[in-house]
């Protein structure tokens, strides 16, 4: 039966950058298929517990870990305090990211650094401290949260597309690394996500730019759209599935 595959019970999972939005929504859907999920946030735990209370309702374990993924230690913090409240993680979901919006020649190098670090350097640590326990257990799934801007790069995000294009080869070289060892690795890349994030200002661009950044569906998505595919990549249903970048973007990277 479908259902069985996409039963994840017994599993642990965790979810960064999944105090809000898209990475709340993968954590609830989840959750809501069986799965423990530890929720990981950089500065509003209020708003992380109350995510973490919603896990719990689903009669699964949660709790709630800081982290500034752009500190240089902060992998390692993470990843540590995962394994202290849940023991195992079997689930990784790398949703977590920096997006500081700047025209090319005004992106400064501090600003390169951090995006870089929190979006590539950062989940890559991750990896490799989760997935040796993955590989000895002969099951793991590892989900990286993308970007439609991969395909079709915003002139105000050129570090922030960098590092989202990074990750997603980084997925494909480790997918042919893991796959014969139990793991999968994916990349499930959003368009333009009704999120906090989509409401922050950026820098103006060329109109004809804009027009190329249309959605073929005519409308935002919400973060919930994103959690069926993450729930197939993550469970028993995707065991065949691995290396691939999947958009759920509304036709945007058409």
């Not at 735990?45 to 995510?51: F, I, L, P, R, T």
């Not at 395909?151 to 480790?174: D, F, R």
């Not at 060329?206 to 998505?221: F, H, K, N, Y």
Request: charged share 20%; with cysteine.
């Amino acid at each position: 039966m479908i259902k069985d595959l996409l039963n994840l019970s017994g599993k642990n999972a965790l979810v960064t950058g999944s105090s809000q939005g898209i990475g709340a929504a993968i954590a609830l859907g989840l959750a809501e298929f069986g799965a423990n999920v530890l929720i990981h946030y950089h500065a509003n735990s209020d708003k992380a517990e109350a995510v973490a209370d919603q896990v719990r309702a689903l009669d699964v374990k949660s709790d709630s870990i800081q982290a500034d993924l752009s500190e240089p230690d902060a992998a390692d913090k993470l990843f540590r305090a995962a394994v202290d409240a849940f023991g195992t993680i079997d689930i990784l979901v790398l949703n977590a990211s920096v997006q500081l919006p700047k025209l090319w020649a005004e992106a400064t190098p501090d600003e390169f650094d951090e995006q870089v670090t929190a979006n590539w350097k950062a989940n890559l640590q991750l990896m490799q401290l989760s997935t040796p326990a993955m590989v000895e257990r002969g099951w793991g799934r590892v989900l990286t949260i993308g970007s439609v801007q991969e395909e079709k790069p915003h002139p105000t995000m050129v570090v922030y597309a960098g590092t989202k294009a990074a990750m997603a080869n980084t997925v494909k070289n480790l997918a042919l690394q893991l796959a014969s060892k139990g793991v999968t690795i994916n990349n499930l890349s959003p368009g333009v996500i009704d999120t906090a994030r989509t409401g922050e200002p950026t820098p103006p661009v060329d109109e004809a730019i804009s027009q190329r950044m249309t959605i073929p569906l005519e409308d935002e998505g919400d973060p919930v759209d994103c959690a069926p595919m993450a729930l197939l990549l993550c469970s028993e249903a995707g065991r065949y599935i691995t290396g691939q970048t999947i958009f759920v973007d509304g036709g945007m990277s058409l």
